[in-house]
């Protein structure tokens, strides 16, 4: 299975909107950045996006 676009997230730096895509097989978070950018792992959707949000902070 591959990696599913399960919402998008603000950057609390910029404003901006990013989606999110989340791997439930293998727990892989992206999020749509300079193209999809993998900033780390997950155990669920919503910890994809606060780990997402968290990583946005403080790349972008």
């Keep these: 299975m591959s990696a599913q676009v ?3 997230v603000s950057s609390p730096s910029n404003g901006k909107k990013y989606d ?3 791997d439930s ?12 950018s993998l900033v780390g792992r997950a155990s669920s959707q919503s910890e ?3 780990i997402s ?4 902070a403080s790349n972008s």
């Design 6 to 8: 399960i919402g998008s």
């Design 20 to 22: 999110v895509k989340w």
């Design 53 to 56: 949000r968290s990583w946005l």
């Design 25 to 36: 097989y293998n727990k892989d978070t992206y999020v749509s950045y300079a193209g999809w």
């Design 48 to 50: 994809a996006l606060n």
